[in-house]
């Protein structure tokens, strides 16, 4: 299984599949979504993976029109709104991760951090923000494109949001290469602010001493659908079902909730059996809005121009 989702939610969620199914070894390769992305292309002759989980939905549809992914469609299909599973049973969402504001809370408050994207653009966190490479991270595309796409709703053209990308490359002290740095690195003081998702920070919370808090975006946060895919030309096709079956089934998706701040994709769990965190969390979370096709048709696109055109380069632009 190829997966962003970090070592303690997948030794869990490893752990509770072979309990349920003697003599399955499930073994999983933690990465960033497009090095999965990219792998699973590599490899299409000779696939290594049954299992894809974890990831932005449309890098499952890149994939899907790519003909990297099995149709499969779960039992639990039917609870997942159209909007976050592919109309060709590709693959299905099981999560949605909102975008945030993190901060460095031993030497910030609440109200002394960013309180939206574009504060985060001011000259008091000039060399303060670390984002973490976006090449790489499936949360930094979808904070880049939700920007794109909303300086395009507003002005019908791209290069609005291609500034608010260069400004951001001059607040920014350094792309960090994996989370676990990130972390470390906002921990440190190395930077104070930086962007990143929610389940990932309320983990760093639950687990860890590390001073890093988040505030929730007010004018609507980028929400990432979570998808889930059996790998065409699996080893183990019928393993690899049960396994999105197993991943995706109401025990799981309640466990990760519970343990790993993930916010459900399926809508038929009752908010009040939900943990407290998450009842208190959503009433404040407001999507920002995105059309899915058009981000796809143009993400390519938007990703080399930041790669070719903005890294490194805001400063010597005049920002």
Known sequence: MYSPHGRELLSHFESAFEASHPGVDVQYVDMGSQEILDRVRSERANPQADVWWGAPSGMFAQAADEELLEAFRPMWAGTVPESRRDPGDHWAGTYLTPAVIAYNDAVLSEGEAPADWDEVLEPRWRDEVLIRDPLASGTMRAIFEAIIYREYRRTGGFEAGYEWLLRLDAQTKEYVLNPTLLYQKLARQEGLVTLWNMPDIETLRATTDLPINFVIAASGSPVVVDAIA?????????????????????????????????????????????????????????????????????????????DREVRGRGRAEGY
């Open 230 to 306: 059996v790998v065409a030309g699996s080893a183990q096709p019928e393993l690899a079902r049960e396994f999105v079956e197993f991943a995706g089934g109401r025990r799981s998706v309640r466990e990760a909730a519970e343990r790993f701040y993930r916010i459900p994709a399926r809508t038929d769990i009752p908010l009040d059996s939900l943990p407290e965190w998450l009842r208190e969390a959503l009433p404040k979370i407001r999507p920002m809005a995105v059309d899915v096709a058009f981000v796809e048709e143009h993400m390519t696109e938007w990703l080399r121009h930041w």
